[in-house]
T-cell receptor, first 110, second 113 residues
């Protein structure tokens, strides 16, 4: 009963580097989400997947890509990291409108 | 677009006192949810309110959904140091479908011992 698992927990990147944030849920939820959280900005939706094979842009998709590999996994990729992407990233899944969040990835781009 | 606003954004509360945080939506909501995020942690689901005028209690926490289903409040009595954190309200994004929540920016609560 792990819920939503995110890896890595911490990451430091240099500007221009790429990386993929991994997310997996074991609750058989259809919908999955990627959010970023910045001080004073609350939770902003980056991308959303209503079900396996479908993805949709959120409020702040620029600079990101996603893959819904299967029902369990939803990954977020930064192709060329920028300092503006320094943030805390949360993955979440949804059942009956209740979101379950992962523990987050703290990303710093220098 | 749809907006969910929370006031205040920050609160300093003396241990033992009561406080209330408010949430207002620009649109009528089918339901509203509250989440709590401890410092350094992730948001955790607290409760969902569905009915107009609904009131639910969880120990020292009282949640209320407005009659018009456009606002909500969270009242905490006898504040404890464990109440520190950021409280978010969220409602279905009517423009994007009920599977997507619109979150408020949160009310960050600091408890003064």
């Amino acid at each position: 009963n792990a819920g939503v698992t995110q890896t890595p927990k911490f990451q430091v990147l240099k500007t221009g580097q790429s990386m993929t944030l991994q997310c997996a849920q074991d609750m058989n939820h259809n919908s999955m989400y990627w959010y970023r959280q910045d001080p004073g900005m609350g939770l902003r939706l980056i991308y959303y997947s209503a079900s396996e094979g479908t993805t949709d842009k959120g409020e702040v998709p620029n600079g990101y890509n996603v893959s819904r590999l299967n029902k369990r996994e939803f990954s977020l990729r930064l192709e060329s990291a920028a300092p503006s992407q320094t943030s805390v990233y949360f993955c979440a899944s949804n059942l009956d409108s209740r979101y379950t969040f992962g523990s987050g990835t703290r990303l710093t781009v220098v | 677009g749809q907006q969910v606003m929370q006031i205040p954004q920050y609160q300093h509360v003396q241990e033992g006192e009561d406080f209330t945080t408010y949430c207002n939506s620009s649109t009528t909501l089918s339901n509203i949810q509250w989440y709590k995020q401890r410092p350094g942690g992730h948001p955790v689901f607290l409760i969902q309110l569905v009915k107009s005028g609904e009131v639910k209690k969880q120990k020292r926490l009282t949640f209320q959904f407005g009659e018009a289903k456009k606002n909500s409040s969270l009242h905490i009595t006898a504040t404890q140091t464990t109440d520190v954190g950021t409280y978010f309200c969220a409602g279905p994004n009517v423009l994007r479908g009920n599977n997507r929540l619109a979150f408020g920016k949160g009310n960050q609560v600091v408890v003064i011992p």
